[in-house]
């Protein structure tokens, strides 16, 4: 069984950092695409980013709003995922959530996935 547990959401100041970490469980480290999601108030869910493996080819996808700031990472030995988000803007507020399906290969930033986690709060303001 799948399960996704994220954590490291907080409230920083724009210009902050923060690591987001999602704990997963259940799933074949082998072929994947794990997926970080948000979404702000009165907002529609997002993509953020995505890493995805599949016969031995690694994947990674970048929302343009966050290429250059986020970075997603994985340790495949502590069952985690991480999302390194760094020069923070007020817009970054959001609920962000890990998500995880198979797709071939294929890192879709759009809301196809099947498993998701419960989610963690980002909050970025003076």
């Known amino acids: 069984q799948v399960q996704l547990v994220e954590s490291g959401g907080d409230s920083v100041q724009p210009g902050g950092s923060l690591r987001l970490a999602c704990a997963a469980t259940?799933?074949?480290?082998?072929?994947?695409?794990i997926a970080w999601f948000r979404q702000g108030p009165g907002k529609e869910r997002e993509g953020v980013s995505c890493?995805?493996?599949?016969?031995?080819?690694?994947?990674?996808n970048y929302a343009d709003s966050v290429k250059g700031r986020f970075t997603v990472s994985t340790d495949k030995a502590k069952s985690m995922v991480y999302l390194q988000m760094t020069n923070l803007k007020p817009e970054d507020t959001a609920v962000y959530y890990c998500?995880?399906?198979?797709?071939?290969?294929?890192?879709?930033?759009?809301?196809?996935?099947?498993?998701w986690g419960q989610g963690t709060q980002v909050t970025v303001s003076s």
């Open positions: 998500a995880t399906d198979t797709y071939g290969g294929l890192c879709p930033l759009k809301v196809v996935y099947d498993h």
């Open positions: 259940g799933f074949n480290w082998d072929d994947y695409a």
């Open positions: 890493v995805s493996s599949n016969d031995g080819r690694r994947r990674l």
